[in-house]
């Protein structure tokens, strides 16, 4: 499964609204307990990746909930309601249907 | 409290071998799932292979079947991954990263991670 982002860079203004996109080229829906199987990574600068949300839209504790996670099948959104400093970073969505794959990141700046 | 903290990267050469470790502490690493996920400098995430103990399966990426091998010692709660036939593009900063179940199956808790240059 091919995961593919977009942008592959934005920058939004402090406190502006950011969305990230992410599509799969196959669903990534289990029916049989209606969970896609779709997770978004944060990683800042020379530190690892951090979990963000899982099952597309379940944020872990303690993640602002500035940050959520919307989508289905095969089309997904990461969207930060109100950008803060500290949310400059790289994001990265995984699919977990089958195997794993990571898509390519997209770089939100400060404009 | 979940800790991760990879060690043995460095430089190698070309055709060379080497042997990654995390050491785990912080939950029953016995049961749980692991994994090995690299990135490339300036570059995105890679699932390189994947452990889990109960039931017992092991995953590995196209770019590492036949050349890499995940394992554990349960005794020493540390995971490893041992690398040979090492090439150039196999240069990455190497994560070590456990899941939070068989059933959640995605990637929960990150170490720091540890630098692998393959060069001559």
């Known amino acids: 499964i091919v995961m593919t982002q977009s942008p592959d860079s934005l920058a939004v203004s402090l406190g502006e609204r950011a969305a990230i996109n992410c599509k799969s080229s196959q669903s990534v829906f289990y029916s049989s307990n209606n969970k896609n199987y779709l997770a978004w990574y944060q990683q800042k600068p020379g530190q690892p990746p951090k979990l963000l949300i899982s099952w597309a839209s379940t944020r872990e504790s303690g993640v602002p909930d500035r940050f959520s996670g919307s989508g289905s099948g095969t089309d997904f959104t990461l969207t930060i309601s109100s950008l803060q400093a500290e949310d400059v970073a790289v994001y990265y969505c995984?699919?977990?249907?089958?195997?794993?794959?990571f898509g390519q990141g997209t770089k939100v700046e400060i404009k | 409290e979940v800790q991760l903290v990879e060690s043995g990267g460095g430089l190698v050469q070309p055709g060379g071998s080497l042997r990654l470790s995390c050491a785990a502490s912080g939950f029953a690493f016995s049961n749980s799932v692991m994994s090995w996920v690299r990135q490339a400098p300036g570059k995105g995430l890679e699932w390189v292979s994947v452990?889990?103990?109960?039931?017992?399966?092991?995953y590995y990426a196209d770019s590492a079947k036949g050349r890499f091998t995940i394992s554990s010692d349960n005794s020493k709660n540390t995971l490893f991954l041992q690398m040979n036939s090492l090439r150039a593009e196999d240069t990455a900063v190497y994560y070590c990263?456990?899941?939070?179940?068989?059933?959640?199956?995605?990637?929960?808790?990150w170490g720091r991670g540890t630098l692998v240059t393959v060069s001559s």
């Open positions: 995984q699919q977990y249907y089958n195997t794993w794959t």
């Open positions: 990263a456990k899941f939070y179940s068989s059933a959640d199956s995605f990637m929960a808790y």
């Open positions: 452990i889990s103990n109960s039931p017992f399966n092991i």
